[in-house]
T-cell receptor, first 116, second 110 residues
Framework: EAGVVQSPRYKIIEKKQPVAFWCNPI?????LYWYLQNLGQGPELLIR????????DSQLPKDRFSAERLKGVDSTLKIQPAELGDSAVYLC??????????????FGEGSRLTVL | RKEVEQDPGPFNVPEGATVAFNCTYS??????FFWYRQDCRKEPKLLMS???SGNEDGRFTAQLNRASQYISLLIRDSKLSDSATYLC???????????FGRGTSLIVHP
């Protein structure tokens, strides 16, 4: 079974430029998460989807961040414009359970963003 | 106060040692608890769930103390390959949002 796939693995951009990350979850997983992880910190939730619906996005900085999950499968996370403080690893995860997440999260390898 | 707190360490122990980590959580309505392992520059992976009655998986034992709102992870007979960051994860009741601690770094040396 294929795992969660993310791209790109690495991205270096100058500040004020846009950037987009893509995630393909495990087949059949209805719940998809985007987390941000800074060095030495744990992952912090940005947004959670149940199928196409964003059910938790209170931590997403909506002035510059946007996300979508068309058809309830793949998802993209966009930053426009990027700031120096956005440098981090962006992790996508998926899980089987929807309304009651008592299951395991499966993470992709992450997209490491460096903003210069 | 953060929802999930962990001592970042590092815990530096020799092979064969027993080491324990604690994780405290602030939301008394938290329902489910997990330990994840994250190797350097890799993604987190589930190590074990934490049940109310405690559970053991080989050299690893996880326990939950609801009264004091903490969970623990005990590693016996540490191996070099146990070197990693151990992340505590708590699911709050109602929202079921998986909230991660900052992780505890373990370094096992020869």
């Amino acid at each position: 079974e294929a795992g969660v796939v993310q791209s790109p693995r690495y991205k270096i951009i100058e500040k004020k430029q846009p950037v987009a990350f893509w995630c393909n979850p495990i087949s059949g997983h209805n719940t998809l998460y985007w987390y941000l992880q800074n060095l030495g910190q744990g992952p912090e939730l940005l947004i959670r989807y149940e199928n196409e619906e964003a059910v938790d996005d209170s931590q997403l900085p909506k002035d510059r961040f946007s996300a979508e999950r068309l058809k309830g499968v793949d998802s993209t996370l966009k930053i426009q414009p990027a700031e120096l403080g956005d440098s981090a690893v962006y992790l996508c995860a998926s899980s089987k359970d929807t309304s009651r997440n008592t299951g395991e999260l499966f993470f992709g390898e992450g997209s490491r963003l460096t903003v210069l | 106060r953060k929802e999930v707190e962990q001592d970042p360490g590092p815990f530096n122990v020799p092979e064969g040692a027993t080491v324990a980590f604690n994780c405290t959580y602030s939301n008394s309505a938290s329902q489910s608890f997990f330990w994840y392992r994250q190797d350097c520059r890799k993604e987190p992976k589930l190590l074990m769930s934490v049940y109310s009655s405690g559970n053991e998986d080989g050299r690893f034992t996880a326990q939950l103390n609801r009264a004091s709102q903490y969970i623990s992870l005990l590693i016996r007979d540490s191996k070099l390959s146990d070197s990693a960051t151990y992340l505590c994860v708590v699911l709050a009741g109602g929202s079921y949002i998986p909230t991660f601690g900052r992780g505890t770094s373990l370094i096992v040396h020869p």
